[in-house]
């Protein structure tokens, strides 16, 4: 525990990387148990961008009225190449200073952590709360907007498989997901797919979707989904020039895109960011800064920065394999 000098009288919320459904439901939760804590609460614009520019406005419990249903984020977000440089964090922290902050609280991903870092290493406090549809944070089970992204993502698949089945067709259907599998693998189990490409795992195309899609015209399926993450070499696109170059296949290609990120978020996202934007004001007011907060076998937790971004998460062996059990 820190002394009376510690305790956070003025926050700063910025949110960083891709934008998520429930980030502004996080902004809320947490400009508002701040404010009734007696913190002053000012939101930044544009990530790092507005810290190093000093471009923040004062939140009040109005500022974030009927913004819990909204997706995006109302403070906006943007990549910052400055911040990416030692001169550009220390102008950063000396800019957050300047601004009155005690502590600031950085909504994103791990690159978005990974700043924080930095920041908690110049003095300024910290805390983080993981929002990316990748769900890729490796101290979390959980990232805001993982839900909203996974049944946007479901929802049109199930669109695909109705004109795929009036045509006898095949789906290649591309998903979010440079490095991390987990929407990609997911959106496989909910939506029945035949088959399912992740970064993470190396396949075979010929054993893994050529002869599952042979056994599935065997069993007398006339049409398929196939899921293929957008990390995986060549993405759709090659998968598809490769199972037309190797069978005779009548398919399409549909890459969602940034469609995953937009809409209405659900009310699992609501609900933990809600939670998630709480439980880090009380970090702050227990004066333990420079925290994850993290969601762990179901419950609210926190971890250092440095822990945090170091730990790794792996796909569950078991998911994979129940998905593969009843692909056909």
């Given at each position: 525990?820190?002394?009376?000098?510690?305790?956070?009288?003025?926050?700063?919320?910025?949110?960083?990387?891709?934008?998520?459904?429930?980030?502004?439901?996080?902004?809320?939760?947490?400009?508002?148990?701040?404010?009734?804590?007696?913190?002053?609460?000012?939101?930044?614009?544009?990530?790092?961008?507005?810290?190093?520019?000093?471009?923040?406005?004062?939140?009040?419990?109005?500022?974030?009225?009927?913004?819990?249903?909204?997706?995006?984020?109302?403070?906006?977000?943007?990549?910052?190449?400055?911040?990416?440089?030692?001169?550009?964090?220390?102008?950063?922290?000396?800019?957050?200073?300047?601004?009155?902050?005690?502590?600031?609280?950085?909504?994103?991903?791990?690159?978005?952590?990974?700043?924080?870092?930095?920041?908690?290493?110049?003095?300024?406090?910290?805390?983080?709360?993981?929002?990316?549809?990748?769900?890729?944070?490796?101290?979390?089970e959980y990232s805001i907007g993982?839900?909203?992204?996974?049944?946007?993502?479901?929802?049109?698949?199930?669109?695909?498989?109705?004109?795929?089945?009036?045509?006898?067709?095949?789906?290649?259907v591309e998903v979010m997901g440079?490095?991390?599998?987990?929407?990609?693998?997911?959106?496989?189990?909910?939506?029945?797919?035949?088959?399912?490409?992740?970064?993470?795992?190396?396949?075979?195309?010929?054993?893994?979707?050529?002869?599952?899609?042979?056994?599935?015209?065997?069993?007398?399926?006339?049409?398929?989904?196939?899921?293929?993450?957008?990390?995986?070499?060549?993405?759709?696109?090659?998968?598809?020039?490769?199972?037309?170059?190797?069978?005779?296949?009548?398919?399409?290609?549909?890459?969602?895109?940034?469609?995953?990120?937009?809409?209405?978020?659900?009310?699992?996202?609501?609900?933990?960011?809600?939670?998630?934007?709480?439980?880090?004001?009380?970090?702050?007011?227990?004066?333990?800064?420079?925290?994850?907060?993290?969601?762990?076998?179901?419950?609210?937790?926190?971890?250092?920065?440095?822990?945090?971004?170091?730990?790794?998460?792996?796909?569950?062996?078991?998911?994979?394999?129940?998905?593969?059990?009843?692909?056909?």
């Open positions: 525990m820190g002394n009376k000098s510690d305790r956070v009288k003025a926050l700063g919320i910025l949110t960083s990387g891709g934008d998520a459904p429930g980030m502004n439901a996080a902004i809320r939760a947490a400009c508002r148990a701040a404010i009734k804590s007696g913190m002053e609460v000012y939101g930044i614009r544009r990530g790092f961008n507005g810290l190093l520019d000093g471009d923040a406005v004062r939140l009040g419990f109005k500022s974030v009225s009927n913004i819990i249903n909204q997706g995006g984020t109302i403070l906006k977000t943007a990549r910052c190449k400055e911040f990416m440089t030692d001169e550009g964090v220390k102008r950063a922290a000396s800019a957050a200073k300047s601004m009155g902050l005690d502590a600031v609280l950085v909504i994103g991903g791990d690159g978005s952590f990974q700043g924080a870092l930095k920041l908690s290493r110049e003095g300024v406090k910290t805390v983080c709360i993981p929002a990316t549809i990748d769900n890729d944070v490796g101290c979390s993982f839900d909203t992204a996974l049944n946007t993502a479901v929802e049109a698949v199930d669109r695909l498989r109705d004109t795929s089945a009036s045509h006898d067709r095949t789906s290649v440079h490095t991390s599998g987990q929407l990609a693998l997911s959106c496989g189990m909910a939506a029945g797919a035949a088959a399912v490409m992740i970064p993470e795992k190396k396949y075979d195309i010929m054993r893994d979707v050529v002869e599952v899609l042979r056994q599935a015209k065997k069993s007398g399926k006339s049409h398929n989904i196939i899921i293929v993450a957008e990390g995986v070499e060549g993405g759709a696109a090659r998968i598809a020039e490769v199972l037309r170059a190797l069978d005779d296949v009548d398919l399409r290609v549909t890459i969602l895109g940034h469609i995953q990120r937009g809409g209405v978020p659900s009310a699992l996202d609501r609900i933990r960011a809600t939670q998630m934007g709480v439980y880090a004001v009380k970090t702050l007011n227990e004066q333990r800064f420079d925290r994850i907060i993290a969601v762990r076998d179901g419950r609210l937790t926190d971890f250092s920065i440095e822990e945090g971004v170091n730990m790794k998460k792996e796909l569950s062996r078991d998911f994979y394999e129940t998905s593969a059990e009843v692909s056909l």
